[in-house]
C-alpha cells in the first residue's frame, strides 16, 4: 500500500547491511554498509518512484543511511524499534529476521502514517548525540562513585579516584561543548533563552530538552506530555477503576527533567512549590506530587515557546 499517495520503502538497519522493502509492489533488496551500498540503494527507490522511508533507531547505524537519502530528497522517518515490534506481535507476526523486520517496519509506517511532522536537523542531531554522551558519561561517574562505597583494594580505589578525575575534566569540556553548540545556534540559543528563563531550569535541563523534545511550541499540550512520558493513562474495565499510570515516553529526557522540576518544585520556582505543596497536603506521594509538577511545566514551557515568552509567574495559575 502506498502511503496518501506516496511509495513507502521500510528498512532494517544492521552494522554490515541494510534489507529494504517496498511492500507496495512486493519487493526486497538487501545493500551493503557502505557508501557504493547506499548509492545503490538510491538507484533502486528511485527506479521504484519511492519518495518516502522509514527506518528504526539502530544504535547510531542508521544515521549514515537516513544522511544519504535525505540529502537526494528522500524522505526519512526514524521510528522506535520497542512500538514496531509491539506492532508486529498485535499482528500475530512472531517470526523475526532482517527482511522480516524491513516489511514489518514498511507496514508499521502504512498503518500509522506520520508522526508530528518534524524536518531534519544536523544541528540538532550533533546535540543530541553530545547531550546523551554526557549522561553516559554521568552514569559511568555514578557507577565508579557507588564501587567506592565498598571495600575494596587499595589499588583498585587508586584506579576508580584517577578515572573519576579524567571524568570530571571530560565531563567539563563536553558540557562547554554543548553550551558553545546552543550559543551558536541561533533557534537553539532563542528556546534556551526561554526555557531557562523559568526559575528552577538551567543549562542541563534546557540542552536535553532542545535536543530531545524538538516539538516544544509545536503539538497540543496533550501530546507533548505523552511524548514526554507524564501524562497519565486510564486502566478501567466495566466497574473496575484502576490507577492512572503513566508509561512510554522518552526515558533519557524525562530523567533530567525530573532532577529539573524536583528543584523548582521544592526549592526554586515559587508557583510550581505552592501547586506541589497544595497536592501533597491532600495526601499524594511525593513522587506522584513531583510527576503532576513535570506535566504542568512541560505544558507551561510548551506554551511559552509556541508564544516566544519567557517566564512570568502572573500568566499561569497552580490550578
Not at 115 to 143: C, N, W, Y
Not at 210 to 231: C, H
Request: hydrophobic share 45%; glycine share 8%.
Amino acid at each position: 500500500m502506498a502511503q496518501n499517495g506516496l511509495v513507502v520503502a521500510g528498512i532494517d538497519i544492521a552494522k554490515d547491511k541494510a534489507d529494504v522493502s517496498i511492500r507496495a509492489m512486493s519487493l526486497r533488496q538487501t545493500f551493503p554498509s557502505t557508501a557504493q551500498g547506499r548509492r545503490q540503494l538510491i538507484s533502486w527507490l528511485r527506479k521504484h518512484k519511492v519518495t518516502n522511508a522509514v527506518m528504526e533507531a539502530s544504535g547510531g547505524y542508521e544515521r549514515d543511511w537516513a544522511s544519504a537519502l535525505r540529502e537526494k530528497d528522500i524522505a526519512v522517518r526514524i521510528v522506535d524499534p520497542k512500538r514496531v515490534r509491539h506492532f508486529a506481535r498485535s499482528a500475530g507476526r512472531l517470526a523475526k529476521n532482517d527482511v522480516i523486520d524491513a516489511d514489518t517496519i514498511g507496514w508499521f509506517a502504512e498503518i500509522f502514517g506520520e508522526a508530528p511532522s518534524q524536518a531534519h536537523d544536523a544541528a540538532r542531531e550533533k546535540l543530541q548525540q553530545m547531550v546523551f554522551a554526557r549522561q553516559g558519561l554521568l552514569d559511568i561517574r555514578t557507577t565508579l562513585s557507588n564501587k567506592g562505597e565498598h571495600d575494596v583494594p587499595e589499588a583498585v580505589k587508586k584506579s576508580h579516584s584517577r578515572l573519576l578525575k579524567t571524568l570530571a575534566v571530560e565531563l567539563a569540556r563536553l558540557e562547554a561543548a554543548i553550551a558553545a553548540l546552543i550559543k551558536t545556534t541561533p533557534h537553539f540559543a532563542e528556546r534556551a533563552k526561554i526555557i531557562e528563563s523559568v526559575p528552577g531550569l538551567a543549562g542541563t535541563t534546557s540542552a536535553c530538552l532542545i535536543a530531545g523534545m524538538p516539538e516544544l511550541g509545536q503539538v497540543s499540550n496533550q501530546a507533548i506530555a505523552a511524548l514526554l512520558g507524564v501524562a497519565p493513562y486510564d486502566d478501567d474495565s466495566g466497574k473496575r477503576q484502576g490507577q492512572r499510570q503513566i508509561k512510554d515516553g522518552r526515558r533519557k529526557v524525562r530523567n533530567v527533567f525530573y532532577m529539573g522540576s524536583l528543584g523548582a518544585a521544592t526549592r526554586h520556582n515559587a508557583m510550581l512549590k505552592t501547586f506541589y505543596d497544595r497536592l501533597i497536603a491532600k495526601g499524594k506521594k511525593p513522587k506522584v506530587a513531583l510527576v503532576a509538577c513535570m506535566r504542568k511545566l512541560i505544558v507551561i514551557l510548551n506554551v511559552m515557546i509556541a508564544r516566544g515568552e519567557t517566564w512570568d509567574a502572573g500568566r499561569y495559575t497552580v490550578g
